[in-house]
T-cell receptor, first 112, second 111 residues
Framework: DAGVTQSPTHLIKTRGQQVTLRCSPK?????VSWYQQALGQGPQFIFQ???????QRGNFPDRFSGHQFPNYSSELNVNALLLGDSALYLC???????????FGPGTRLLVL | SQQGEEDPQALSIQEGENATMNCSYK?????LQWYRQNSGRGLVHLIL?????REKHSGRLRVTLDTSKKSSSLLITASRAADTASYFC???????????FGKGTTLSVSS
């Protein structure tokens, strides 16, 4: 049984560029949440997708957007990248709501 | 904003010793969870304790919850080098849809 997978594992971009990160949830899970973790900090909630719609959003600007596909996989898009967007981006999946969330290995984004 | 706050920020112990980490939070919760993170990778779920529970065990892990003090503790008994990691407590947000994490406790277990 595959767990949560994310791609790519690492990414280097320059300021002003756009990036797309991908996530496949654990089998049987229909809810995907995205978190940003800066170095030395705990993860910060970006948003959650359920039934292909954004159900809840954290305190992140509109430059951060997402999408959920019919197969429950999800994408996180970040436009107009800033140096401060450099972080580990974590995807988590759960079944029918949040309860226990299962995390993927993350995508480490470096913005130069 | 961060709801939970772990204490201490860093902890160094020898193999075989017990490790205790504490978490304090600000608002009422439905659940509190503990996660482990190895070397800046994905988080591994350790244990979930509900607001009506006071203590929960899982293998070498013991979690307590005191809702009157808005605090929780994670005890790892007979620590091993493989327990070296960062440990985070997480509570639910008001809508119950997201986890709010503290900054974590970095545990180092030396052999």
């Amino acid at each position: 049984d595959a767990g949560v997978t994310q791609s790519p594992t690492h990414l280097i971009k320059t300021r002003g560029q756009q990036v797309t990160l991908r996530c496949s949830p654990k089998s049987g899970h229909d809810t995907v949440s995205w978190y940003q973790q800066a170095l030395g900090q705990g993860p910060q909630f970006i948003f959650q997708y359920y039934e292909e719609e954004e159900r809840q959003r954290g305190n992140f600007p509109d430059r951060f957007s997402g999408h959920q596909f019919p197969n429950y996989s999800s994408e996180l898009n970040v436009n107009a990248l800033l140096l401060g967007d450099s972080a580990l981006y974590l995807c988590a999946s759960s079944a029918g709501g949040y309860q226990t969330q299962y995390f993927g290995p993350g995508t480490r984004l470096l913005v130069l | 904003s961060q709801q939970g706050e772990e204490d201490p920020q860093a902890l160094s112990i020898q193999e075989g010793e017990n490790a205790t980490m504490n978490c304090s939070y600000k608002t009422s919760i439905n659940n509190l969870q503990w996660y482990r993170q190895n070397s800046g990778r994905g988080l591994v779920h350790l244990i979930l304790i509900r607001s009506n529970e006071r203590e929960k065990h899982s293998g070498r892990l013991r979690v307590t919850l005191d809702t009157s003090k808005k605090s929780s503790s994670l005890l790892i008994t007979a620590s091993r080098a493989a327990d070296t990691a960062s440990y985070f407590c997480a509570t639910d947000n008001q809508a119950g849809t997201a986890l709010i994490f503290g900054k974590g406790t970095t545990l180092s277990v030396s052999s």
